[in-house]
């Protein structure tokens, strides 16, 4: 893809940093159910409960209470925590190599839809794998959906981090493998990248940042 007038990416962390397999966490948390249960969280819909937490209207209590009421869950918290970091796998060394070299050329950010428990954990899988201090560390500036009260793929957040930053929609480019945030993102006026496996960052930027 044309770079040549990119001056700011916004990164999705989920899929494109961190690889991500959503029915891990699925598959888990219906492990607990003390019935058949069918738990509703996917890469393109989720059921309310899990906005509620991921815009930070509800605590990490009130979420795993919230899980145990609507699915009929008997679990300890960190039982559930457990089930719930399921999803969350690996960051390859390439990918946090490629952020140190390509934010000495661009301003880049990070966007992503997440929670608390979520963000203790891949810090933890950040501080136990790499020499960096932490992921935000890598971002001129980190945007938390449950600390920013704002989700993807509402318009809200990317028009936040534009006017904040003082960034032109036209140089700032917005990755992302969800197509909804996507789409979302070009109706502003962003330039955007679909990340569609197996397509990674490191063969998107491979000739050079």
Known sequence: MDLTQIKNIIFDLGGVIINIDYNKSIQELQKLCKDNCNVAFSQKEQSHLFDLYETGVSSSDEFRNNLRETYKIEATDE??????????????????????????????????NTNAIHMKRFNEIVEHSFTIPSLDSLFEQSYYSHL??????????????????????????????SIQHIESAKKIGLQTLHLQPPLTINQVFQDGV
């Open 79 to 112: 039982q559930i925590d457990h089930a719930w970091n399921a999803m969350l796998l690996d960051i390859p060394k390439e990918r946090i190599d490629l952020l140190l070299e390509l934010g000495k050329k661009y301003r880049i950010y990070l966007l992503s």
């Open 148 to 177: 920013i009260g704002q989700r993807k793929p509402n318009a809200p957040v990317f028009e936040m981090i534009l006017e904040q930053n003082g960034l032109k929609r036209e140089e700032t480019l917005f990755i992302d493998d």
